[in-house]
């Protein structure tokens, strides 16, 4: 019997677990040449905020081992270019749109947030509240626990879409604004976002990155995120969208077997475009090789006595 791979997340239906992670599949029309778009449990945009950005100067990534550096800094068409541009294009695609959204003010992400609330074909809102390359604003929103909370509490009054904040990783108890998340109105939460870094070159004596610092992302995170996503999917309730350094199916189970109801894929997408396929396709293998028929079953099934 074929496994059945449908989960629900924060209402939304998803025919599987597993989405593009933000910033790593652009707004979709740029990957529809080469990856069904229909294929996939959800497609989560490029992060969208009140005006249009440019983002930072270049170079605005580095390889380190097993990783990427970013500081890409949100460069996008603010949030009447994204719904004009791209939802008429996402509309044609019978896959849920998650659109992340940022902002620098408690206000912005309110007004981005009750902007999108009635634009068709928008099945829910993950907040980027952990960017750690801009300068003002969203870094701070993600490691301090009350402004966490304001940016949530006031997002949720700005709209009835299902909605998702995604944790920084930099926090000394990622509990904490797990449950922060949930007690202020979230349907779900998402993590990991990057973490912060940086790298330097010896014969320049100069940085690699033009905004010296960035996110690092890709399998050198993995065992990070793994960790944290353990701890939130512990404390909170609601469902948890587990993500950083995957890779293959296998990296995926782990996230799910330690509590996530979904993964993302980022980093690797950069690699293979066809990433998130091939994972979709291993969970099924391994499933029926398990006998495993829903992804319920699986989900948090780690023996953690
Ligand atoms: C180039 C790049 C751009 C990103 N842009 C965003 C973004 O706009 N909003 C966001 O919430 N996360 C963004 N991220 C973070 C990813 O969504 C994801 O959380 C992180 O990369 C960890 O997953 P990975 O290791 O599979 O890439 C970006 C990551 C990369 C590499």
Redesign the pocket.
């Known amino acids: 019997m074929m496994p059945d791979l449908s989960v629900e997340i924060a209402g939304i239906r998803m025919r599987n677990p597993v989405m593009t992670?933000?910033?790593?599949f652009g707004y979709g029309p740029e990957y529809a040449d080469l990856v069904d778009l229909n294929e996939l449990g959800a497609v989560v945009v490029?992060?969208i905020c009140l005006n249009p950005t440019k983002g930072n100067p270049t170079p605005r990534?580095a390889e380190t081992a097993s990783g990427?550096l970013?500081a890409?800094g949100?460069p996008g068409p603010g949030v009447e270019g994204f719904v004009r541009d791209y939802m008429p294009f996402l509309r044609r695609y019978d896959v849920p749109v998650i659109v992340?959204i940022?902002g620098k003010t408690v206000e912005e992400y309110a007004e981005v947030a009750a902007r999108l609330d009635r634009v068709p074909g928008i099945a829910g809102l993950?907040v980027?509240v952990?960017?750690p390359n801009i300068k003002e604003g969203s870094a701070m929103f993600g490691t301090d626990l009350l402004m966490f909370e304001r940016v949530v509490t006031a997002i949720r009054a700005a709209t009835k879409l299902p909605l998702i904040p995604?944790l920084a990783p930099n926090v000394a108890d990622i509990g904490e604004f797990a449950r922060c998340a949930e007690a202020s109105g979230a349907d779900a939460i998402s993590l990991?976002?990057?973490f912060p870094g940086m790298a330097v070159d010896i014969r320049t004596r100069g940085f690699k990155l033009a905004n010296k610092t960035g996110?690092l992302?890709?399998p050198a995170?993995k065992p990070i995120?793994l960790r944290l996503v353990w701890l939130a999917a512990k404390a909170v309730r609601i469902p948890v969208i587990g993500?950083?350094?995957?890779v293959t199916a296998q990296d995926a189970l782990e996230f799910m077997m330690v509590g996530a109801r979904a993964v993302?894929?980022?980093?690797?997408t950069f690699v293979n475009p066809d990433t998130a396929i091939q994972v979709i396709q291993g969970i099924r293998d391994f499933f029926v090789e398990q006998g495993i028929r829903t992804v319920y079953e699986w989900v948090g099934s780690l023996r953690d006595e």
């Open positions: 992670a933000s910033g790593t490029k992060g990534t990427l970013n890409i949100l992340n940022w993950e980027n952990s960017c995604k990991i976002n990057s996110g992302t890709g995170i995120a993500m950083g350094g995957i993302a894929v980022g980093t690797a």
